[in-house]
């Protein structure tokens, strides 16, 4: 059985307080848009997004952009095909206000978990 040092609790703590910020701070109703602000000093955007393709396909896109000292160093697009989930009946209401039912693409369920890295070792 592996033991935690101090320093290795001090960063899980640190990254268990991140997540949980970054989580709480991430939520957002439907009526905002993006993040109000961004640490550009020191930080990883990371907007993740799925378009419908077709009945059976989703795409996934997922677009990193590396800021440090509040200059965008890198920027990263990954792609990938998903299965897609199929429709769902939506109550929706036309222009003279009448209710009807359509059928709409069933959207993912977007989770961001975040994992410590390796800690440092103890003299550094």
Avoid at 35 to 58: F, G, R, T, W, Y
Avoid at 61 to 90: E, S
Wanted: overall charge negative; charged content about 25%; proline content about 5%.
């Amino acid at each position: 059985m592996k033991t935690i040092t101090k320093s290795g609790l001090r960063l899980w703590v640190f990254f268990t307080i991140f997540t949980s910020t970054l989580l709480v701070t991430s939520c957002k109703s439907e009526e905002e848009g993006d993040a109000a602000s961004l640490d550009k000093k020191a930080s990883i955007e990371m907007p993740v997004q799925v378009n419908h393709i077709s009945a059976d396909k989703d795409e996934l896109v997922i677009t990193y952009t590396i800021w440090k000292d509040n200059v965008a160093i890198g920027t990263k697009v990954v792609r990938d095909t998903i299965p897609a989930l199929g429709l769902q009946l939506q109550e929706a209401e036309n222009a003279d206000g009448d209710v009807i039912n359509v059928q709409v693409p069933t959207e993912y369920n977007i989770y961001v978990t975040l994992k410590p890295g390796n800690p440092l070792p103890e003299n550094q």
